[in-house]
């Protein structure tokens, strides 16, 4: 059975959120020869983030693939598939953040990142663990999920705040 987790919602609000937090002014304060220039381009940045923040991952009986949109290719993230029966263990590494990330390792000595930002978060984990054979407890979200919610709120308190500004 094919089972498709897609990008955690908060971390594509709070993406999305961020963007039109810093961007929604810009072209009302663009000069008058800019002001469709600088809509174009807000429309366009604002394509660009959703589209980026669409990647998912897929797993069946068989195999775990990591699938990115058109345009994260193009930005560089690459797709990948790895059998079940080529992982052979999964490490962890340290982030200069306090938390840690985690690669997939084949015998074939490729490394793939785990996804950690994904939906259903548990159930992934435990497909993982199923279909490797290899005990995962202590993978969690790369960030606590508050981090998200902060930043989408904060985002949306300055995007409130901006409107407030340019109605007065």
């Known amino acids: 059975m094919t089972e498709k987790f897609k990008t955690l919602f908060f971390v594509k609000s709070s993406l999305v959120s ?31 983030i959703i589209n980026i923040t669409s990647d998912y991952v897929e797993t069946c009986n068989n195999k775990i693939s990591y699938k990115s949109s058109f345009i994260s290719k193009t930005l ?28 997939f390792n084949t015998y074939q000595g490729d490394n793939y990142l785990v996804p950690q930002r994904v939906e259903n978060f548990e159930k992934f984990v435990l497909i993982v663990s199923r279909n ?16 998200y919610k902060l930043l989408t709120f904060l985002s949306f308190l300055m995007i409130v705040g901006e409107l407030i500004a340019f109605l007065n």
């Open 18 to 48: 961020l963007y039109l937090a810093l961007t929604i002014p810009i072209p009302f304060v663009a000069i008058d020869k800019l002001k469709i220039p600088s809509i174009i381009m807000f429309i366009s940045g604002l394509y660009l």
């Open 132 to 147: 490797t054979g290899i005990a995962i407890n202590e993978i969690s979200y790369l960030s606590p999920l508050w981090t």
């Open 76 to 103: 560089g993230k690459k797709n990948w598939e790895i059998s079940w029966k080529d992982i052979k263990l999964i490490n962890s590494l340290p982030t200069s953040q306090g938390s840690k990330v985690y690669y």
